[in-house]
């Protein structure tokens, strides 16, 4: 099988160093699953940044698909694919055998306790997102995402090697306060505003994105 590094963790733990060191030392491509600042980069190639318009939407399935060619591009440059971040489903749909149907991608709304018990009580109801996925599959399928899930092998399909990084609460959490501080300071509210300006709504995918 194909050989990946995955690189994983919560926000602000420092993956986006990993993932430059481990790119520097096994001569090695980043795919990005998480955002990052230009800087950061040290002159490694990472893949899937800036490839969407604001206005375009963008699926679990839509990740599958280009992580899976880029893995393919990058080893057939010789070089090593180091998958850095990311949602842990995204993650999943990359490197498992996890099959998705475009109309699984779409997003209702309807109440998600009244139809998968299952995937309600694993979502946390204030993670909007998901809880609208997991209903948008029921609804266009008539399945349920954890029947869905459950059917899966959960079989890598991928010679992975996943480095978790993690780091004390309070640390962690220092962090994050002060990356959301530089955020600002790098005009974020400016960002934003500008965005607003040119009539991109809330209800698109791409403003719902937390940070």
């Given at each position: ?121 694993e979502l946390h109801p204030n993670n909007r997102q998901r809880v609208l996925r997991a209903i ?69 995918q791409s403003m719902k994105a937390i940070g």
């Amino acid at each position: 099988m194909e050989k990946v590094i995955v690189v994983v963790g919560p926000t602000g733990v420092g993956k986006t160093r990993m993932g430059v060191a481990l790119a520097k030392h096994f001569n090695g491509e980043v795919i990005s699953g998480d955002s990052m600042q230009d800087d950061e980069m040290e002159g490694i190639v990472h893949h899937l940044i800036d490839v969407k318009e604001p206005t375009e939407s963008y699926s679990v399935k839509d990740f599958q698909d280009e992580v899976r060619l880029k893995i393919k591009e990058i080893i057939s440059r010789g070089k090593l694919p180091i998958i850095v971040g990311g949602t842990g489903l995204y993650i999943k749909a990359a490197l498992y055998d996890y099959e998705f149907s475009e109309s699984q991608t779409n997003h209702q709304d309807n109440y998600l306790i009244e139809i998968d018990k299952a995937s309600a009580k694993e979502l946390h109801p204030n993670n909007r997102q998901r809880v609208l996925r997991a209903i948008a599959i029921y609804e266009s399928t008539g399945i349920k995402k954890s029947e869905t899930l459950a059917k899966q092998n959960h079989e890598l399909i991928y010679n992975a090697k996943f480095i978790g990084l993690t780091l004390e609460r309070e640390s962690l959490y220092q962090r994050i306060d002060q990356r959301v501080d530089l955020m600002m300071e790098q005009g974020l509210l400016q960002e934003i505003d500008g965005l607003m300006k040119k009539n991109y709504t809330r209800e698109m995918q791409s403003m719902k994105a937390i940070g």
